[in-house]
């Protein structure tokens, strides 16, 4: 099985940005834990991040040529913004789950919107690193079954 990982915008900066909301871990530490984890379940994890939606674009198009099973996505600030990002998810038609580090339901009004969650099947919100983690295990049970 593989599942490829897709971060937004900032991301790359975590353990600098608002460590009191994202924590004190680093963006190398999140991809530490996550391979950790795949190799755990078997299961083989790329990795993209980039702070330019049209990179997170091509990024997602070109996962279905590399016949990935499985997104995972934290999109950042573009949740909140991109119909780019939704329509490329769309177009690819690869199970794909929402991943948010903090709890955005209690944010800022703006971070109540999320266009991507009109294509994932799962959203998880606010369980930090760990949120990660519970998006392969719903990847793995999806495709699965």
């Given at each position: 099985m593989k599942i490829l990982v897709?971060?937004?915008p900032n991301i790359n900066m975590l353990g600098v940005r608002e460590p009191d909301i994202y924590g004190k871990s680093t963006y190398n530490d999140l991809i530490d834990?996550?391979?950790n984890y795949a190799k755990e379940i078997d299961v083989n994890v790329s990795f993209?991040?980039?702070n330019h939606e049209g990179a997170l674009v091509d990024e997602i198009q070109k996962a279905y040529f590399d016949k990935i099973d499985?997104?995972?996505i934290n999109p950042a600030a573009y949740t909140h913004t991109s119909v780019a990002l939704l329509d490329a998810l769309?177009?690819?038609?690869?199970?794909?789950?929402?991943?948010?580090?903090?709890d955005v339901s209690k944010r800022e009004d703006f971070r109540q919107i999320s266009y991507?969650?009109?294509y994932?099947?799962?959203?998880?919100?606010?369980l930090g690193f760990d949120g990660y983690l519970r998006a392969i295990d719903a990847l793995k049970e999806k495709i699965n079954g």
């Open positions: 897709i971060n937004g834990l996550i391979k993209f991040q980039s499985g997104i995972v769309k177009s690819v038609n690869i199970p794909a789950v929402e991943v948010h580090i903090s991507v969650r009109n994932c099947f799962k959203t998880i919100c606010g």
